[in-house]
């Protein structure tokens, strides 16, 4: 008997997905050699699973301004702002952010999982009601865990759905705090969020977007779905990462809200961790820079996504309607796509692999996502794999057409 039995059932199941190969819950690298590329096992690989949307991890200028903050700062700030202080990068990267989206306000964390844990635990509370998109990411969903607001979900990207909830609590107290994503990480669709801002406006409810997967991406200047959608004015809160498209580690969010910063004394996951260091600062207010200025490479990650996208559907591939950075192929059956998922990283291939129940249609996924640092060469290779791969494991569905590469 140990207090870890509980999860025999779990280390059967990841035993088993390991049994075949390469277990794609435990990758190690060799190395990492550019935004693009790795070694895994002896083996170079395209590294087409790692959201780093942007291909800013090796951006050149980033890496100098980190290198010099550690010089010239330490290694770590050894503490959290509240108790140890702010440096004057963090409050720097608040205010480029704030700049950027056009808001008054601006806090970071120190993850992307930390800022929604750290606004949805605190912005609404006992008495509030937290209304989620059902295919909400884990942070979202752990956020309402930690706060006392009552949680409803309607179901993923369905306006309608979200009217009738919102109209059943209409006379009760309290605020009512709508939360959904710009693109979903799983499937890379877009929340319908000019719909959802219309519902939000009529019954006066509060609208935070988590832009993790669309800054950078989506937008005229890379602000992210709300722009896209034109609907900036609607949103309350904007919460976000530095992890994809800014290529390092941190949380932020952005509002207009009047005393938004009681939250620095209010908010657990803010208060009670260390504050980012200085490296990580420097260069996320570096490619936050870039990211503003260089709109070459949105349109570099857009033909990406086209080219994949396009590639993949051509081969007969269930990759959804929705073009994204995020392209993620349906398969039938999970040891199918474990051996698919093996066999692309043998064949140079390293994309994430997502398993039922933690996908939306309940089938496993093979999900790449696309870099703007990707050539046109690499995109094809990843095609000709999945074409190969497909094919010799049965993969392909019956009514795909023959494609010789
Ligand atoms: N929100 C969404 C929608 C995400 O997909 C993720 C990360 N996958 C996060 C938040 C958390 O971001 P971070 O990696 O910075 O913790």
């Known amino acids: 008997m140990s207090i870890l039995d509980k999860f025999e059932q779990l280390r059967h199941t990841f035993e088993r997905v390991g049994s075949g190969g390469h277990n794609p ?28 949307y942007l291909g800013l991890t090796f951006d050149a200028h980033g890496i100098e301004e980190s290198v010099r903050a550690v010089q010239t700062q330490g290694t770590g700030t050894t503490g ?15 205010h480029d952010l704030a700049a950027f989206f056009g808001r008054r306000h601006g806090m970071v964390f120190s993850t992307g999982y930390q800022a929604n844990l750290g606004m949805l635990s605190t912005v609404v509370g006992r008495g509030d009601h937290l209304i989620l998109d059902s295919d909400s990411h884990a942070s979202i969903y752990d956020g309402a865990r930690l706060g006392h607001a009552e949680v409803i979900r309607f179901r993923h990207s369905d306006p309608e759905d979200l009217y009738k909830r919102l109209r059943r ?15 979903y990480s799983m499937l890379g669709d877009v929340a319908p969020l000019r719909e959802i801002a219309a519902v939000k406006r009529e019954m006066g409810a509060y609208l935070m977007v988590d832009e993790a997967h669309s800054m950078g991406v989506l937008g005229e200047h890379g602000r992210g779905l709300a722009e896209a959608a034109g609907v ?15 290529g390092s580690v941190g949380g932020f969010c952005v509002s207009d809200i009047e005393g938004f910063d009681i939250l620095r004394v209010a908010s657990r996951p803010y208060m009670f961790t260390a504050s980012l260091p200085p490296a990580v600062i420097a260069s ?20 990406n996504a086209h080219r994949l996208h396009g590639g993949l559907q051509r081969l007969g591939l269930h990759v959804g309607p929705h073009v994204s950075p ?17 066999a692309l990283l043998d064949g140079g291939i390293y994309l994430n692999l997502a ?21 046109p060469q690499q995109i094809d290779a990843a095609i000709e794999q999945f074409a190969r791969v497909t094919r010799e494991l049965g993969a392909l569905p019956a009514e795909a057409p023959q494609i010789d590469f």
């Open 25 to 52: 819950f435990s990758v190690a690298f060799d190395r990492i050699d550019s935004a693009t590329e790795g070694v895994v096992d002896g083996r170079r690989v395209i590294l087409l699973g790692t959201n780093n």
């Open 80 to 94: 959290s702002r509240v108790a140890n202080g702010s440096y004057a990068g963090h409050r720097q990267l608040e």
């Open 169 to 183: 609590l209409q006379g009760t107290p309290g605020s009512k705090l709508v939360v959904v994503e710009g693109i």
């Open 232 to 246: 900036e004015a609607d949103v309350d809160f904007i919460v976000g990462t530095f992890s994809k498209s800014l």
């Open 284 to 303: 996320t207010r570096s490619a936050l820079q870039r990211l503003a200025e260089d709109k070459a490479l949105r349109t570099r990650l857009n033909d």
């Open 326 to 342: 995020v392209v993620s192929v349906e398969l039938e059956d999970v040891e199918v796509a474990v051996r698919c998922w093996n």
């Open 355 to 375: 398993l039922p129940p933690a996908t939306p249609t309940s089938r496993p996924l093979l999900r790449a996502s696309v870099s703007a640092a990707h050539s």
